[in-house]
């Protein structure tokens, strides 16, 4: 018997749960709106008449010192802490009718293929990402709470993941027939890069089973003829020149420099002549106090590796993996333009949009 809720209502919010979520929401409204300019203005007095600071290093010493830090920094780690405690809560609750749900179908669309002994990266094992005790490659509770919280990640403005259409809509190439999105997860971009592109060849690579499997469901409720595959991007499974294009979102920054290097030049390879990377990130803004709190940010939230990531040259990177040609330009969803940056009082993310040619 199929069970009768499909996974997205399943995993969508309830209405004694919504006061949670805008909890959350507007935590970190505050943390971002209201603590991070109280830190500036702090800091702004707290500089001398001397030459003002021009890097991240320059500033730590009088930055640790500012009143508001403590609580900035507290905040943070707290909204984080609370956000996967909330929605654990809300899996659990949920557990049987996931578990349930995500039992393979005779009418799935694409295929699913599953490593039985799939050996992780160390660092993968180790590291609880974003503070997700646990991880997202465990158990299907894993996948189901990184899905839920993925949607408050960016202060409510990707609660149906509408970055990732806006990713796809960006992508300028004539139809390709075969596409691979590395380290999918379960499957934001993906999706979007079928609808884009509904006549191509589509597959999602990912370390985590249980976010292939959350993945498969919901591209066959959504109708999406996808292929999920666990492997490791920095080995990928497939023949030399067997893709057109290669995409990935916000993957980089969670990989060590060294295993950047490796999944670049594995891209390179699977590519075919002329087809293209294109990855979407993070980058620092340029202005030492906010590329300082960004880094203080990404320890908080267990992104160890982000720092490193952002102060390297990725076009360097693209080059010596392989590629003719690499090239970056900031990148503006949500309504953003140029130039937002520039107000040193609000809190941005900015967007980084690399492209690569083989």
């Known amino acids: 018997m199929q069970p009768s ?42 500089l001398d008449s001397s030459e003002a600071p021009t890097s991240a290093e320059e500033v730590q010493s009088i930055v640790e010192d500012l009143p508001s830090m403590g609580k900035w920094a507290w905040l943070d780690r707290h909204i984080q802490d609370r956000l996967w405690e909330n929605v654990a809560r809300m899996v659990e609750e949920r557990s049987d009718r996931i578990t349930a749900c995500l039992e393979p179908r005779s009418d799935d669309l694409g ?38 919280g993925a949607r408050v990640i960016h202060i409510g403005k990707n609660d149906t993941f509408g970055l990732h259409d806006i990713f796809a809509r960006d992508l300028e190439t004539d139809p390709p027939a075969h596409i691979l999105d590395l380290a999918c997860g379960f499957g934001k971009t993906t999706f979007s890069l079928k609808k884009k592109f509904p006549d191509a060849y589509v597959e999602g690579i990912d370390l985590s089973a249980p976010c292939l499997r959350l993945g498969r469901r919901m591209a066959t409720e959504n109708g999406l003829e996808i292929n999920w595959r666990q492997g490791d991007i920095e080995k990928l499974p497939y023949d030399d020149a067997s ?39 993070n980058p620092l803004v340029g202005e030492p106090l906010r590329d300082l709190l960004t880094h203080y940010h990404s320890q908080i939230i267990l992104e160890p590796f982000h720092f490193d990531f952002r102060r390297a040259d990725m076009e360097k990177y693209l080059m010596s993996a392989g590629f003719g040609e690499a090239s970056s330009k900031a990148w503006f969803p949500f309504g953003n333009k140029p130039g937002i940056e520039k107000d040193l009082r609000n809190w941005v993310t900015p967007w980084c949009w690399y492209e690569a040619i083989k």
Do not use: C
């Open 111 to 148: 295929s699913l293929t599953l490593e039985t002994d799939m050996t992780y990266p160390k660092y993968y094992e180790e590291i609880d990402f974003h503070r997700q005790k646990g991880g997202i490659w465990r158990d299907d509770a894993g996948a189901a709470i990184y899905a839920m």
């Open 243 to 281: 893709f057109d294009i290669l995409t990935t979102t916000m993957t980089l920054h969670e990989l060590p420099l060294e295993s950047i290097a490796n999944s670049l030049s594995e891209a390179a390879r699977v590519l075919k002549p002329g087809g293209v990377l294109v990855a979407l990130e």
């Open 5 to 46: 809720q499909s996974i997205s209502s399943i995993l969508d919010w309830q209405e004694s749960e919504v006061p949670r979520v805008r909890m959350l929401l507007a935590m970190r409204k505050f943390w971002s709106s209201k603590l991070y300019p109280r830190l500036r203005d702090e800091y702004e007095e707290a």
